[in-house]
């Protein structure tokens, strides 16, 4: 068969096999070596914040691992073939995402010394919305790490033959395994290795298309003829999928939500010795959210090189978008016997590093959210059990969520959704506390409730009525040089993730399917988030506001938050004050140091001039 025309590719050969089993040991066996380097420290702190002794560069290559599931493995370069390289402007909207997070929400989590970020919540408002808090976020979770586990594993298994059900319980087993035994430490150093090995898959694909399409500059001259560089379109209409503006402001504030109060990313950071080398994680992470962003949309612009005469998906050769780079790589590499594989194990370990970090942080919440406040008295060793009970619990929780999304069949995207929708409103939660002395708990509830049910309408509408090819542009695509043809009837383009399904359109649109059930994806966070913080200073004012001799000055941030932290002396005697609190805390067994403000007093007086709104 002669590349790029369609027809059968080759399946897994045995070397294959081998370098995709040994890539799954090896991160097991990372696990099991930090689980017997720490044996002598079983605290709950060194567990689930590896002693708050971590550094900035595995943090950051975990934080980068962990935003790389399989799904991005796959659907990144699936989206650039099909929608061209607009999703390269991702780019910009990490670095804005990175520079917040970095000097606004990280001096006030590590300053306050929190395990689970739903602490503030209670802190700042009260025990309900923290429980809200926890509950959405342990919901929204175990659901996403499902569909983690579950997407690339049906890819894969349709592509490469391998057992479907077989893989996805191996998958979970090796995560819980180094969960359970090597608790945050061993999440971090195995999504280092993990991230390795994704983008040496994607370099793989790459040089190997440069190599049959005759250099990268082919490459590049044949996206510009088929329309696939038009990356920078400024058009302001909110309901357009991709432009410059919904990925520049609506991508940011999406991406803010999910580093800077989930959980998953949370954690990494705050395990960092110092508020500089935390800090310094965050920059990092720019530089390796740039370098997996560019290589995974040029993956899928050699992929349209090697397709534009032949898509895979009309020919019928694949069928789901999300299935063309495994197509691509069984194709072009599988005459190189364990390059395949380690491709398949660049996608597993996109699903390892996020099902683990996943699995970590529901961990880390459940006890210090629900376990702590109810059994108070618990002793370390006792605390480290339930830690490991809890691991080997939400894992098998994943395992099931993936069973449950095997019977969702069109419903998976929807679900995928969903996780952005519940961050909008909680960021806004998160704001309106962090920013405004006036709103109370009251203010709180309603904006979260409201800003939840708002996303929530218009996500589900969007799913139900998907926006139509002229908000979408889904660029042209051939089938003039492929071997065979079939047609296929109903082909529809889901709305948040670019994938195309075999769902017809629906015959009756209401009038909302072309206006609210359109507004682009990537703006359903931004819309959560304001109408939280809005409907919540209405309330508040409403309902009296808040109670000023009540409030916690360093529940707020400050101006000296704000660029200053990382830099002179008083960075470096800020950071050992607060390192040395946190010692304390871990020393102690306390899950929360630096609460009290007569053992925590570091709040400047400008803190006091905040603007009351």
């Known amino acids: 068969m002669t590349m790029g025309t369609g027809g059968p590719v080759a399946s897994f050969s045995v070397w294959d096999y081998v370098v995709f089993v040994g890539t799954v040991l090896g991160a097991a066996g990372i696990g099991l070596f930090q689980a017997i380097r720490g044996r002598k420290n079983n ?11 971590m550094t900035a560069v595995p943090v950051a290559m975990s934080l980068t691992a962990s935003f790389m599931s399989g799904i991005t493995v796959i659907g990144t370069p699936a989206e650039a073939y099909r929608f061209g390289a607009d999703y390269w402007i991702f780019a910009i909207s990490y670095a804005i995402m990175s520079i917040i997070t970095a000097e606004i929400f990280v001096p006030l989590f590590y300053r306050l010394g929190i395990t689970s970020t739903y602490e503030y919540l209670e802190m700042r408002f009260n025990k309900l919305i923290r429980v809200i808090g926890t509950s959405m976020y342990i919901t929204q979770t175990a659901l996403y790490t499902g569909m983690v586990i579950y997407a690339p594993a049906l890819a894969l298994n349709q592509i490469t033959g391998m057992n479907l059900w077989g893989v996805l319980v191996a998958t979970g087993v090796v995560c819980i395994l180094y969960c359970t035994l090597g608790g945050l430490k061993a999440v971090i150093w195995t999504d280092v290795f993990q991230m390795v090995i994704m983008l040496a898959g994607f370099v793989a694909v ?13 490459i590049w001259d044949d996206c510009y003829q088929g329309g696939r560089l038009s990356a920078f379109d400024f058009d302001p209409d909110p309901l357009k999928r991709h432009t ?40 990092g992470n720019i530089i390796g959210l740039w370098l997996t962003v560019s290589l995974a949309v040029f993956s899928g612009l050699t992929m349209y090189s090697i397709y534009k005469d032949c898509d895979p998906f009309t020919n019928g050769d694949v069928g789901a978008v999300d299935q063309l780079l495994p197509y691509l790589v069984m194709d072009i590499l ?3 016997p364990g390059v395949p594989g380690l491709f398949v194990s660049a996608a597993y370990s996109g699903t390892l590093s996020t099902v683990s970090s996943s699995i970590n942080a529901l961990v880390a919440v459940t006890v210090e959210d629900f376990v702590r406040p109810v059994w108070k008295n618990l002793t370390e060793k006792q605390v ?16 099931g969520m993936a069973a449950i999304a095997s019977l969702m069949g069109s419903i998976l995207q929807a679900a995928l959704s969903i996780f952005g929708m519940i961050s909008g409103p909680l960021l ?28 929530l309408w218009v996500g589900f509408g969007a799913q139900i009525y998907p926006p139509l090819a002229d908000k979408t542009n889904p660029l042209p695509i051939s089938v ?32 909302l399917a072309d206006s609210w059930y359109s507004l682009s994806y990537l703006y359903f966070c931004l819309l959560g988030s304001l109408v939280t913080v809005i409907v919540g200073l209405v309330v508040s004012a409403i309902t009296g506001g808040c109670k000023q001799e009540n409030l916690r000055l360093d529940l707020f941030v400050r101006r000296r938050d704000l660029f200053c932290a990382g830099c002179g002396k008083d960075s470096e005697a800020l950071d050992s004050e607060i390192n040395e609190k946190a010692g304390s805390e871990l020393k102690n067994g306390s899950n929360n140091a630096g609460f009290k403000d ?14 009351k709104m």
């Open 244 to 283: 410059f503006w919904t990925i520049v402001v609506g991508g940011s504030v999406m991406w803010v939500s999910i580093y800077s109060i989930n959980q998953s990313q949370v954690q990494r950071y705050i395990s960092c010795k110092t508020l500089t080398q935390a800090k310094l994680s965050l920059y």
């Open 206 to 218: 790459i040089a190997r298309g440069a190599v049959i399409q005759g250099g990268l500059g082919k």
């Open 598 to 611: 007569s053992q925590f007093n570091i709040v400047d007086k400008d803190v006091e001039k905040v603007t």
């Open 43 to 53: 605290s709950s702190g060194e567990f689930l914040l590896g002693g708050r002794q």
């Open 480 to 511: 003039a040089g492929c071997n065979r043809t079939q047609d296929l009837n109903y082909t529809t383009l889901a709305p948040w993730t670019g994938a195309v399904t075999l769902t017809p359109l629906p015959d009756d649109r209401p009038a």
């Open 384 to 399: 480290s059990w339930i830690n490991m009970g809890l691991s080997i619990f939400f894992g098998f929780l994943c395992i």
């Open 428 to 455: 806004g939660l998160y704001v309106l506390g962090m920013f405004w002395r006036t709103a109370n708990s009251t203010g709180g509830l309603t904006g979260l409730i409201v800003g939840l049910v708002i996303t």
């Open 334 to 336: 599988a005459a190189y």
